[in-house]
């Protein structure tokens, strides 16, 4: 079982700046991609950016440029800087990780509970 926990959502005016956290525990063997992304809702969800262990990342084209991720892997854990937040922004974030438990294990999807972000105009 592997649990991901995100903290540092909230509410914000336009311009502003948020930082997620996202730290995963339980039986993790090692860590493949972690990531973010957001989802209105009765849309689909989708990528913010991710991030691999050994540090290449991927950007959404509507955040690339504001926000920035990063990654500790001796903590397991995913940060996600977000500056120059907009009103479009608003939206649920969740954290997710590609989690191998064991040596020569299958990689495994898992997903954080989601924490708000609010833009306020």
């Known amino acids: 079982q592997v649990d991901l926990v995100e903290s540092g959502g909230g509410l914000v005016q336009a311009g502003g700046s948020l930082r997620l956290s996202c730290a995963a525990s339980?039986?993790?063997?090692?860590?493949?991609?972690m990531g973010w992304y957001r989802q209105t809702p009765g849309l689909q969800r989708e990528l913010v950016a991710h991030i691999t262990s050994d540090g290449k990342t991927k950007y959404a084209d509507s955040v690339r440029g504001r926000f920035t991720i990063a990654r500790d892997n001796t903590k397991n854990t995913v940060y996600l800087q977000m500056n120059n937040l907009r009103p479009e922004d608003t939206d649920v974030f969740y954290c997710y990780a590609e989690v191998q438990l064991g040596r020569g294990s299958h990689l495994y999807a898992y997903w954080g509970q989601g924490t708000q972000v609010t833009v306020s105009s």
């Open positions: 339980g039986s993790i063997f090692t860590i493949n991609k």
